[in-house]
């Protein structure tokens, strides 16, 4: 059991819809589309947020049933996925995978995960966790790889990367420390 007085371990995950957000704002480029799930993410409001603070400060880890979830859609009609950011990673949900949190839904007081409806992915990807969205999506989707690569040679051209330009309305300026 962690010790009271000392702060938690670096590595809690408090936000970790804010965090996927965060991540898939940074690969939009490479992505058709997404939606965040916060309907079945936790934590959701800043009383369940405070109270998972709450938790790891007391345990020393990230309790159980913090994740964040969002569904993908790939670009080039690759497919869908629906993914999640929990303390292990990364993770492509696998069809069947109810997962305990606070809040109603379905299995029974659970929620329930949507599979990848298809994707052109080369290796089984259900269940399968990675350290970045990067890497999963360079796992998931062959057109994201196109992507990336596309983005990089326009950011060595000097080019203003689109990934910054979150509303069509007005374009935030890249930050200092990716140059």
Not at 34 to 45: A, G, I, W
Not at 60 to 71: Q, W
Request: with cysteine; glycine share 8%.
């Amino acid at each position: 059991m962690h010790h009271p007085d000392s702060p938690p371990p670096d590595n809690i995950l408090e936000d970790p819809l804010g965090e996927l957000d965060a991540a898939l704002k940074s690969h939009a480029f490479g992505l058709a589309s997404y939606q965040l799930r916060p309907e079945v993410s936790y934590p959701r409001t800043d009383d369940e947020k405070a109270k998972v603070r709450d938790e790891a400060k007391a345990e020393g880890h990230t309790p159980e049933g913090v994740a964040g979830r969002a569904h993908l859609v790939l670009l080039k009609n690759e497919g869908e996925a629906d993914i999640l950011l929990d303390q292990r990673g990364y993770t492509v949900s696998h069809p069947n995978t109810c997962l305990e949190h606070s809040g109603a839904g379905s299995c029974g007081g659970r929620w329930l995960i949507v599979q990848i409806e298809k994707t052109t992915a080369q290796q089984p990807l259900l269940s399968s966790t990675f350290e970045s969205l990067d890497a999963l999506l360079i796992a998931l989707s062959p057109a994201y790889q196109e992507a990336m690569q596309e983005e990089l040679l326009r950011r060595f051209e000097g080019g203003v990367s689109s990934r910054f330009n979150y509303d069509d309305e007005e374009v935030v300026e890249e930050p200092k420390w990716i140059n």
